[in-house]
């Protein structure tokens, strides 16, 4: 599709402020190997925020007797600040990316995550929180026969990976019955998987939607204000943004593609990022491209303008490598920041929201958080030492641990 936009090329500014937003707990809690996303909430109802991380392991061949890893961990709060690790939940091969909400009904919120490597029918997996720190595992599969995989094979002209290879995962009442579904980004097979919510099974059988390019990051919003879901995606494999109308009842409409203007785009947020009462998209590449694009949102689908924050100094080599992106207002000033994790450089990246009003480009300063002997992967925001101030938990791959940056 067509679409006009103002390029508004900017680098995240130079000048670096302190660190003075966060401050290291000097604590880190270990975990299982290669964690790659993470959620906090609070699991148990003692008003104090657990931790679960979806630890993916090495993907291997799928032939192998064991691909990935297939476990989460599970830190539960003992006081502020300090966690005991439960015995691993588990889950399919290659858990990719975890979510924490309340699926049946009951009053302690559940865990979901979606498995990229489709084995032993484990692609959706649903630990339900039945108390006690206990969680009754629940295993939903895509058949074979609805996908079809269309990427990576290797000299034998076997997969290289797996299908469906599902990569983000959403959960909203999408075709608003009152229960709770799931969406799961089909990386290697081109589409989004939708999951609807049941009032017995908790997910009902999967629904196909083609979306080819590679979808890998998705994010949910009403986005034209008619009361119902609409979906943003990233086309990881055409380096574009796709914009899905919905219907209320499950079904979806594309209704837009554009250039994500980075090569391979993967993680994608909807917010308000600018304060002008229009939520906008925050798109980040990896592997190839050390950016991050705003994408303003001006009305109905329409994001007309877009800047870009590069945080390497070329284009020609990977500096950074971001792996994750979380949102939140977290130096105090009205504006939302962005922290970014950034494994190529070992550092927790914020950039700090300056800008004194809805105009363009925003403006930005940057502080920088480094760790040493692992690599942040994935990021959550929670008040983990209950001040009322924003903090980071840090899932660090290679070393296998979760650190925390808490709020000044």
Known sequence: MSR????????????????????????????GPNPVSIATADLNGDGIPEIVIANRGRLA??????PANDTVSFLSAEKPLEYRAQPPLRTGFGPYEVVIA?????????IVVVNFHATRNRDLTLLRNIGENLFEPHHYSISDDALTYNRMYDSEGQPYFSKPALTSLIIEDIDQDGYRDAIATGWSSDVIVY??????????????????GGPRGIAAGD???????DLAVTLYSDNEIAILQGDGSGAFTLVERFESRGKLPHKIRWADINNDGKNDLIVSHAHAD??????????????????????????ERLEFKIQDLVIG???????????????????????????????????????????????????????????GRPDIAVALSEAGTVALLLGK
Do not use: W
């Open 4 to 31: 006009a936009i103002a390029l508004l090329l900017i680098l995240a500014p130079g000048l670096s402020a302190y660190a003075d937003t966060f401050t290291r707990h000097p604590k880190t809690f270990r975990v």
């Open 61 to 66: 061949d799928i032939r192998e007797e064991r």
């Open 102 to 110: 309340n699926i049946d009904a009951l009053k302690a919120l559940d």
């Open 195 to 212: 999951f609807p919510g049941h009032p017995e099974a908790y997910f009902g059988d999967p629904i196909i939607i083609d979306l080819p």
């Open 223 to 229: 986005f034209d204000g008619d009361g119902k879901m």
């Open 290 to 315: 050390d950016s991050i694009v705003l994408f303003f949102g001006d009305k109905d689908f329409s994001y007309p303008l877009s800047q870009e924050i590069t945080l390497g100094d070329s284009r």
């Open 329 to 387: 207002d977290f130096s105090g000033n009205g504006r939302l920041d962005i922290a970014v994790a950034c494994a190529e450089d070992s550092s927790v990246l914020l950039l700090k929201n300056t800008s004194s009003g809805p105009g363009y480009p925003q403006t930005f300063s940057r502080e920088t958080y480094r760790f040493k002997g692992g690599r942040p992967h994935a990021l959550c925001a929670g008040d983990f030492n209950l001040d």
